[in-house]
């Protein structure tokens, strides 16, 4: 009698406590400044230019600094980050099951991912599109000339859709090869067991410039599919998607406004123009309708820079990615970077 | 005082309470015992599956995941590069399943087999009078089965994929088998051909093995008829077999563009996972093996000995058959670890139920809790069959005790 009502009252327990717990779900906020730390779900650490995992343990990339950034804006450090690898396999199933706070690791924004899995791109960060990195020798100068070919790329990726609807719609033949990560993709390009490698341009771009021979491969003109980047979060959460994408338009806002990273300290303090006021905190209260300091995108601009440096840094042409920065410029420049006012 | 003892003090009260009858035994007053605390269990598990079920309902509806299996019907939209039975990418996600399915049967399969031959002639060498061939026998098993099976996969993968060479240098192997770093192409059947159709073909030699394989096994026939009847039905196999090979129409695979056609590719990835689960398994097999043969009494092989027979009699009319005893159970075992550690393949690729099926499907769906049930669900039941068999079979071979 003694054990059963134990149980019952086991299970009673685990009821109630159950249901506080997925009442409190929705607030990332309040868990993030409690754990005093955010998580964020980043690549295997091989996507040079936006998640890299050094040989010292250092993260770097753009996507990592968003994910400062965002440590940086709600936390005041841009170290209190705990960067969590995953395969791409595991990482919506590790959002949405509360694993992760966010995930900056070049997930592709679609309709079904939006609509069905409950998933949310607050912001797009790069916009890429698909394409196909190739040996020379080949001799293939377009991807319509790939019929019969045997195409490495990532399992359970918008890659792999993409590659089978353009094979299907150029009603051309392929074999895909399906490797769970681009160092497995890129080690069997190279060893011949794929003729062809089909990511993210700027993915494509990168590996191919860490190639021992790089001069031997070539990313071809075509591209296949929009592949629009952002952070993502769970969709519940309206307080912290608003943070995530004014993390990202802090960094926009500061490149439109010339503000960078060496002369943040200065504009905040001397700046006449009101809407450098009000981003920077000078005035107004913009942080605390966030549920942040005030001085949160200072503290943003201070550790990573500005869109532009960011960029530059990971993936621009001095960079090892070498990339120009094509659609990911600022409108005003002929790009696709916009931003909300501060206002 | 718990509930079961004070059922019983009143059951006790009641009985004496009426005239005279014999009180309930202390036997069956045990057994009311475990079974009411039984029964408790029993409740208290089936209470917490329930909680936990609609825990999860719950909270797929608070976050509003879609669930439900309505998903296998809806097209997949993904190519699979090995495929047993057609698969494109109109096809749904419940074809995807199969298509994931039969490759992990088949994959399996013929690993299970090919183990159970090395690791026979592995234990038997290990046994061996001949004192080098038993120290290789050694050798082999003490150096594989203590190297993890995720690498040997690995190391197979690779040797493989960059040992090989490329697609334009293949081997070609008399002009109808090509081997190359993507794999072993082979010719394939063209349709039509053929005076049936290939699938009855395939019907009547799979009945026709059969047949053999029970021949072979039923114990009660007396042994020249039970010889007969199986050589008559091997040869009725070989005939089958030749008659198909040469009626069939083989299409010769050509090198066109970047890769061979009107052939059948065993894939690279298919090749390394056999071959690491089947080296790797085979080790501890030769040891079950040993086991079994060691535990067959000495006085059995003296007495054949005295008998005049000479060794390879011995071992194969004497000591295996009783060997056999000790042998299926552990055997068993190793052919349910065998099927999970298949599931390797995701590692390399090779497109079986977790990787087309938990990987590419759940993510392109996000139906995590019935995938993963249903992949569970199936490792279950494989394994079950697995198991229902080798216990069937250890009964047909099972010593008849006199």
Redesign the interface.
Known sequence: MRVGSVIIAALAGAAVSTASASAAEDDTLKAIKQRGEVTCGVSTGATVGMSTLDDKGNWAGLEVDFCRALAAAILESPEKVKFVPLEFKNAFAALTSSSVDLLARSATWTYSRDAEMKLEWPVVYIYDGQGFLVRKALGVKSAKELDGASICVSGGTTTELNLADYFRTNNLKYTPIVANSREQNLANLEAGRCDAYSNERGGLAANRAALPKADEYVVLPDVISKEPLGPVIRQDDPKFRDIVAWTFYAWVLAEEFGITKANVANEAANSKNPEVQRLLGKTGDFGAKLGLANDWAARVIATTGNYGEIYERNLGTGSKVNLTRGQNELWSKGGLLYAPPMR | ???AE?LESRVDASSEGRTGRPRISPRLRRNLGSIFWQG?TLI?VV??LA?LGH?IA??LK?????SGFDFLSKEA?????FSLIPFT??DTYGRAFVVGLLNTIFVAFVSMILATVLGTIIGVARVSKHPPTAAAALVYIEALRNIPLLLQVLFWQ?LL??GLP??RQSLNLGGWVFLN??GLVLPDISAGALPVPPSLMAAIMAATLIGLIVTALRRAEPSRRRRAAFWGLGAVLALEILLATLTVDWSRPVL????F?NGVVLI?EFVALVVALTIYNAAFIAEIVRAGIESVNKGQREAAAALGLPPRLTMRLIVLPQAMRVVIPPLANQYSHLLKASSLA??I?Y?DLV?VFL??T?????R?IEIVTMTMAVYLVLSALVAGFTSWFNARVALVER
């Open positions: 005082m718990s509930l004070t408790c208290a209470a917490l909680f825990n719950l909270n608070a976050r509003g995941l879609a939209g993904f190519a699979i590069g990418e109109t690779q994929i960059n490329s697609v770093n993507r066109t563009g970047f890769n056609r690279p995701t590692v690729g497109p990787n990987g590419t759940l993510n392109q769906t996000g995590a």
